[in-house]
């Protein structure tokens, strides 16, 4: 009998523990220096220069209404909003 098992990335914001799906996860890089964008949603930090492309920070905290614990990370999700779910192995 073969089990299908889902690869998940936990994390937590606040008191809130979050997990996404392993395969809609590109990587998980330090935050660099992020450029403002003028006149953005809220929720959108800035963005910062990822090997040659542009990349969109976005707050989650923002996005889920979770008020600001004065935690911040040093690191950033990067997610591939093109992916299918296909399993990758």
């Known amino acids: ?14 008191d809130e523990n979050y997990c996404v799906n392993i395969d809609n996860v ?13 006149n953005s949603p809220e929720e959108v930090k800035g963005v910062m220069d ?7 920070i ?3 905290k923002q996005i889920f209404d979770i008020k600001n614990d004065g935690y911040n ?9 093109n992916t299918n779910n296909k399993n990758k192995g």
């Not at 990822?50 to 969109?56: D, E, F, I, P, S």
């Open 50 to 56: 990822l090997r040659g492309n542009v990349t969109t």
């Open 1 to 14: 009998m073969s089990e299908n098992k889902t690869k998940v990335l936990q994390f937590k914001l606040s």
């Open 26 to 38: 590109t990587e998980i890089v330090k935050t660099k220096e992020l450029t403002n964008i003028p």
């Open 73 to 81: 990370s040093e690191f950033v999700i990067v997610f591939d909003t």
């Open 58 to 60: 976005i707050n989650p």
